[in-house]
């Protein structure tokens, strides 16, 4: 499971940290998730919850902020993609390129 890995490489991360701040608890973890980075969000934390179970993070919340691809057509019109399926609200094209929401990153943590 794709997602297990994910939830074991954000906690060696927090880990990692904990070891250069010395922190006690940590509150909570924000994460980055792009619509195409291919986790899906329940998987990962079901997967976050079982690893933290009556361990140090077994309180941390995990957040995740959804990020979405921008989208620009050929007719020149930009807008942002929210789903798999997608088309030019313009002209309908479905070929518009796509940059960004791939994303899969820890932006805070919110320790003590
Ligand atoms: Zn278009």
Same mark, same amino acid.
């Given at each position: 499971?794709?997602?297990?890995? /994910?939830?074991?490489? /954000? ?6 940290? !904990?070891?250069?701040?010395?922190? @006690?608890?940590?509150?909570?973890? @924000?994460? !980055? ?27 941390? /919340? ?9 989208? @620009?057509?050929?007719?020149? !019109? ?15 094209? %479905? ?11 820890? %932006? ?5």
């Amino acid at each position: 499971m794709h997602e297990l890995s /994910i939830a074991e490489n /954000i906690i060696d991360i927090v880990e990692s940290y !904990r070891g250069e701040c010395d922190f @006690t608890r940590c509150n909570s973890i @924000t994460l !980055r998730l792009g619509l195409f980075s291919a986790v899906d969000e329940e998987a990962l934390r079901f997967a976050f919850e079982a690893l933290t179970e009556g361990g140090p993070y077994a309180e941390t /919340i995990l957040k995740v902020e959804k990020t979405y691809p921008q989208a @620009t057509c050929s007719c020149q !019109r930009s807008f942002e993609v929210r789903d798999f399926y997608y088309s030019c609200p313009e002209c309908g094209s %479905v070929t518009a390129e796509l940059t960004g929401g791939d994303d899969l990153n820890i %932006v805070q943590l919110e320790v003590h």
